[in-house]
Structure formats: structure tokens, C-alpha cells
């Protein structure tokens, strides 16, 4: 199924990765105790600006700020459009 949306400028579409449930060590985290998710998969990208092309791509994995983006829900499913400079890394 593919989202039927193109971000614009140097905006990009973001699909967060759910928290981890369980640590390493097998302690199981309640749900008032996760972390808000910093990595996710690009779904959609922007054409760029004039002056800046855009270096992420559709399918890459990202590392972003913890309160960057706005939140939208669709399709029944929770994303996130964010400037490409609020992206910290490539994974």
C-alpha cells in the first residue's frame, strides 16, 4: 500500500519504529514509561530547495530529535513530517 502524499520543499515523511517493549537485560518497560521513538524510516521525500538538494531517500532508516516534526495520523498510521534539517543521522 503506498500513501498517496509528496512532501514539499525539504520536508520529509517519517514512519517512527515502535519503542522497545522489553531492555536487553528482559525488564519489561510499562507503557507510561517509554521513550517518545528517535528513529524511523523515510516514507516520502521532498524535491529539495534551490539551493539545498535533499540527501535522504525513501526507505532510508533515520536518527531525529526527540521533539522534532509534527504528527499526523494516516491512513491509520502515526508519521511524522519534518524539515530535513531536524534529521541527525542516516542509520
Known amino acids: 500500500m503506498s500513501l ?4 514539499l520543499a525539504d520536508r520529509v515523511l517519517i514512519e517512527p ?3 522497545e517493549t ?3 537485560s528482559g525488564i519489561i518497560i510499562p507503557d507510561n514509561a517509554k ?20 540527501t535522504v531517500k ?3 532508516m533515520v ?3 526527540k521533539y522534532s516534526g509534527t504528527e499526523l495520523k494516516l491512513e491509520g ?3 511524522l513530517m519534518m524539515r530535513e534539517s531536524d534529521i541527525l543521522a542516516i542509520v
Open 4 to 7: 498517496n502524499i509528496q512532501p
Open 17 to 19: 519504529v515502535e519503542a
Open 22 to 24: 522489553k531492555t536487553a
Open 35 to 54: 521513550e517518545k521513538p528517535q528513529k524511523g524510516k523515510v516514507v516520502a521525500v521532498g524535491k529539495g530547495t534551490k539551493d539545498e538538494p535533499m
Open 58 to 60: 525513501k526507505g532510508d
Open 63 to 65: 536518527l531525529y530529535g
Open 77 to 79: 498510521k502515526d508519521y
